[in-house]
C-alpha cells in the first residue's frame, strides 16, 4: 500500500485533534481572599502539559467578597459551571483550592444533574477549621479560636463564610445547631434531603485530597483529607471519622468503590498549592485525562 505525502499530514493532523479532544474540561475554582489571578500559574501549567485543554477560572466571589456566605457561593458556582457542564458529553474535571473545595463540594451535593468525574480538592479544610492562622487573625484580630464559636455559632456568625465550616470540637452540640453549611453537607443534622445529597456526590469517580504538614493554614493540615481533632486535640484520620464510618455523605463508599486518593506534600505553605509545580506533576497531572 502507498501513502502519499497528504496521507500522511492528513493522518497526523487526525491524530492531533483526537489527542487534543481526549483532554476534559477543567474548571478552577480559587479561595479565601483569592482572584482569578490566583489560579494563573495553576493554568498555565495545565496547558503546557495538555496543550488545547479548555480550562476556566471561575471569576466570581474575589477578594473580601469571598467571605460571603457560602450557599451564596454555591449558587452562584452552579450558575457559572451549568452551560460548561452541558457542552462536556464526557464530562469535566474540577480543582478547588482551599475554601472553594468546600464550595465545589456543596456543588456536588446539591446539583443532580453534574458530570464531574474527577475532583481534586487543594489543600480546602474539608472537615472544617479549628485554628486562628493569619487568615483568621485578620478578619477577628480580638478572638482567640477558644472564643470564635461565640459569634461563629449564632445566626449572624453563619453569614460569614468562615463560620460556615467553624468545626470547634470542644463545642460539637453548638455545631450541630448552627452550621447550616458543613453539618449539612456531612449530612450530620438531618438533613431531609441527606439521601439526595449523597447520591449526587457518589456521581464523581475520583475524589483527589491534597494537604501536607506544612501549609500553616488549614488547621489541622489533615482536615484537607478528611482527617480531624477530636476534644483532646489529637488527630484523627478520616477513616474513624463518624461521618466516614456511617457513610453520612458517600466518603466510604466511594473510597470501597477505589476512587479516593489522597497525596501529601511536605514543604508547601498554603498559599503555595496552586502556584507549585511538584504539587501538579505529583498530585495533578495525572488526573486531567
Known amino acids: 500500500m502507498c501513502w502519499s505525502k497528504a496521507s500522511f499530514i492528513f493522518i497526523f493532523f487526525v491524530g492531533v485533534i483526537l489527542s487534543v479532544s481526549a483532554y476534559k474540561p477543567v474548571i478552577l475554582i480559587h479561595g479565601l481572599f483569592g482572584h482569578k489571578t490566583s489560579m494563573t500559574d495553576l493554568q498555565g501549567y495545565i496547558a503546557k502539559s495538555h496543550p488545547g485543554t479548555n480550562i476556566t477560572i471561575i471569576d466570581d466571589f474575589n477578594g473580601v467578597r469571598s467571605v460571603e456566605a457560602l450557599w451564596k ?74 472564643e470564635m464559636y461565640r459569634f461563629l455559632y449564632t445566626a449572624l456568625g453563619q453569614h460569614v463564610s468562615i463560620g460556615n465550616y467553624w ?55 489533615q482536615s484537607s483529607q478528611f482527617g480531624f481533632i477530636d476534644t483532646s486535640e489529637n488527630v484523627v484520620p478520616m477513616l474513624k471519622q463518624e461521618v466516614y464510618m456511617n457513610d453520612w455523605f458517600g466518603l466510604k463508599t466511594l473510597n470501597k468503590q477505589g476512587g479516593i486518593t489522597t497525596c501529601t506534600c511536605d514543604g508547601v505553605y498554603h498559599r503555595s498549592w496552586h502556584s507549585n509545580s511538584t504539587v501538579y506533576f505529583k498530585c495533578i497531572e495525572q488526573w486531567l485525562v
Not at 452562584?76 to 452551560?83: C, D, F, M, Y
Not at 472553594?100 to 481534586?120: D, Y
Not at 447520591?199 to 493554614?217: A, E, H, Q, S, T
Open 73 to 146: 457561593q454555591t449558587d452562584s458556582l452552579i450558575a457559572k459551571v451549568t452551560p460548561i457542564m452541558e457542552a462536556a458529553d464526557d464530562g469535566v474535571i474540577i480543582i478547588c483550592y482551599s475554601q472553594g473545595g468546600l464550595v465545589c463540594r456543596a456543588m456536588l451535593s446539591t446539583m443532580s444533574s453534574h458530570n464531574v468525574e474527577t475532583f481534586i480538592s487543594l489543600s480546602a479544610p474539608q472537615m472544617g477549621q479549628y485554628g486562628d492562622t493569619t487568615y483568621f487573625q485578620y478578619l477577628f484580630p480580638n478572638l482567640l479560636k477558644e
Open 167 to 221: 468545626n470547634d470540637p470542644h463545642h460539637h452540640d453548638r455545631y450541630l445547631d448552627y452550621s447550616n453549611f458543613l453539618a449539612v453537607i456531612n449530612n450530620q443534622t438531618g438533613n431531609p434531603k441527606s439521601e439526595e445529597y449523597r447520591k449526587n456526590f457518589l456521581r464523581i469517580k475520583n475524589l483527589v485530597l491534597i494537604g501536607g504538614p506544612d501549609d500553616g493554614v488549614i488547621t489541622p493540615w
